[in-house]
């Protein structure tokens, strides 16, 4: 069964460092989206993005991040500055027919800001 | 704000039972109703999307939306400890927040034999 792949796994980086999480969405799938979870919170949506360009962003997604397509397969989610408080697992999702449609996951990447 | 509530649990139910889980939203906009599964430490896995009032079955898992009074629900049957894990309820809102998804809390469900 097709699935979203995310790398790494984990990601450890000091406060202020630059991080690129990746993602490689389902195949056919044309909406991407980036979501966070601290541990013990809830899941945050950061961004949703279609056609090359953000289609709708959170709160939570200010000037440090942004999110990019290099090419037909690579989803990418950079955090330019990182603080304390980005510390989370990140999440991937991508979806085939929009908006209304179901989102399938990738396992998330675990960031950890020292 | 929009606004997903779920009761946090934890629900604890003895295997082969019937589990009821429960989510209210906010927004009279919402169009799409999903039930994620989530393991301790592991992504959200869809189990279940419901867009129109009524009950959708599949398998021994049932949803029912009532978008009159809000309220999502998931029935699992048959329970086992497999089931044993974090339920979250995600609704999609309508009007400008496209496709994005709101989630609840979760509601940790424990099965035991």
């Known amino acids: 069964e097709p699935e979203v792949t995310q790398t790494p796994s984990h990601q450890v980086t000091q406060m202020g460092q630059e991080v690129i999480l990746r993602c490689v969405p389902i195949?056919?799938?044309?909406?991407f989206y980036w979501y966070r979870q601290i541990l013990g919170q809830k899941v945050e949506f950061l961004v949703s993005?279609?056609?090359?360009?953000?289609?709708?962003k959170s709160e939570i997604f200010d000037d440090q991040f942004s999110v990019e397509r290099p090419d037909g397969s690579n989803f990418t989610l950079k955090i330019r500055s990182t603080k304390l408080e980005d510390s989370a697992m990140y999440f991937c999702?991508?979806?085939?027919?929009?908006?209304?449609?179901?989102?399938?996951f990738g396992d998330g990447t675990r960031l950890s800001i020292l | 704000q929009k606004e997903v509530e779920q009761n946090s649990g934890p629900l604890s139910v003895p295997e082969g039972a019937i589990a009821s889980l429960n989510c209210t939203y906010s927004?009279?906009?919402?169009?799409?109703f999903f039930w994620y599964r989530q393991y301790s430490g592991k992504s959200p896995e869809l189990i279940m999307s419901?867009?129109?009032?009524g009950d959708k079955e599949d398998g021994r898992f049932t949803a029912q939306l009532n978008k009159a009074s809000q309220y999502v629900s998931l029935l699992i049957r048959d329970s086992q400890p497999s089931d044993s894990a974090t339920y979250l309820c995600?609704?999609?809102?309508?009007?400008?927040?496209?496709?994005?998804?709101?989630f609840g809390r979760g509601t940790q469900l424990t099965v035991w034999p």
């Open positions: 927004d009279r906009g919402s169009q799409s």
């Open positions: 195949s056919n799938h044309l909406y």
């Open positions: 419901i867009y129109s009032n």
């Open positions: 993005f279609y056609n090359n360009e953000i289609s709708e």
């Open positions: 999702a991508s979806s085939d027919r929009g908006a209304y449609q179901p989102q399938h």
């Open positions: 995600a609704v999609a809102g309508g009007g400008s927040t496209l496709g994005r998804l709101y």
